[in-house]
């Protein structure tokens, strides 16, 4: 019988040998699949995605490994996301509705899920793709399911495309 570990995912922990350039722009798309994202947020949570890394020393050409990075975790990327909808030029009732349709949203994540969310690491896409691995999504909420769907994709493309060998295909 193999062992059964909790899926751990951190969606800002960049999969080892990616460049966080690569990794930016999939990550805002996880996070659209997973969520309905009205305007301003989809801009508010690109914005924030940025300053949050920016804050921990990374930049385009960073991956997971640099001895300059501070790995964070999603509570502290909600912080960095609560700050920057209180800095907007919106008015307090749309600073309101972004708050309550994406940094709440977050934190429930968090509180919901604290097993798999509440970490600074993610479980590897080698563990995922080293013999068989079974995704258990069976309590979770539709949106969550989406996220976490979401997430492991774009971590193993990601991880795929940046140590695909020039003469191999997928």
């Not at 990327?77 to 920057?84: A, D, E, S």
Request: glycine fraction near 4%.
């Amino acid at each position: 019988e193999r062992p059964v570990a909790p899926l751990l995912i951190n969606p800002f922990y960049v999969p080892k040998d990616v460049l966080l350039g690569e990794y930016k722009s999939s990550l805002l798309s996880a996070f659209k699949a997973a969520f309905s994202l009205p305007d301003p947020l989809p801009a508010l949570l690109e914005k924030a995605i940025s300053e949050v890394y920016l804050l921990n020393g990374w930049t385009d050409m960073s991956t997971s490994s640099d001895t300059n990075v501070s790995l964070f975790d999603m509570a502290d990327f909600v912080r960095v996301f609560k700050r920057v909808i209180a800095r907007s030029a919106y008015s307090s009732e749309v600073k309101g509705n972004m708050m309550s349709g994406g940094a709440f949203r977050l934190q429930s994540l968090i509180e919901r899920c604290p097993r798999t969310f509440d970490t600074i690491r993610s479980t590897s896409v080698e563990e995922l793709l080293n013999g068989c691995a079974v995704l258990e999504m069976g309590n979770l909420e539709p949106e969550q399911k989406s996220l976490v769907s979401a997430l492991t994709l774009i971590g193993i493309l990601a991880y795929l495309k940046a140590t695909r060998k020039s003469d191999h295909s997928l």
